[in-house]
């Protein structure tokens, strides 16, 4: 049997692509914010620790990290891996931490990225359990 065959077969796998699509716009979001955050820091009066570029070089280090991370989750899912959608679930639950954080401070633009980052990180849930449910054994 072919790869194209087998995996056409996998009622599981469009979902878990699906999931993959959402994994790679959060990893491509969070680097983007790791770079505009660092190039902030770096510009505003104030310094954040207590050396002034160390910490918005620490600051964009960690969030390219997790971007990084959250990019081998998308490829894991896209490859239609079931060992990635266990930290796929997990990130979504910080997914929808963080748009709890940015809805409920301040508001307007803030407010508005926050429901994005819910809207990304209700369907990536969706998506994972979708996975889980069409990959369950048939009675």
Excluded at 30 to 42: D, K
Aim: net charge neutral.
């Amino acid at each position: 049997m072919s790869m194209s065959s087998e995996s056409s077969s996998d009622p599981a796998l469009p979902a878990l692509r699906t999931a993959g699509l959402i994994a790679g716009a959060e990893a491509l979001l969070l680097f983007v914010n790791g770079v505009v955050v660092g190039i902030s820091a770096l510009h505003s009066q104030g310094s954040i620790g207590s050396t002034p570029t160390v910490a918005p070089l620490a600051l964009t280090s960690i969030f390219i990290v997790f971007a990084v991370a959250v990019g081998a989750v998308c490829r894991g899912l896209l490859k239609g891996s079931r060992g990635a959608r266990t930290p796929f679930m997990l990130i979504q639950v910080f997914v929808l931490i963080s748009a709890y954080t940015l809805m409920t401070g301040q508001a307007g633009l803030y407010q508005a990225i926050g429901l994005l980052v819910a809207v990304l990180g209700i369907a990536g849930l969706a998506m994972g359990v979708i996975s889980i449910i069409r990959d369950s054994p048939e009675e």
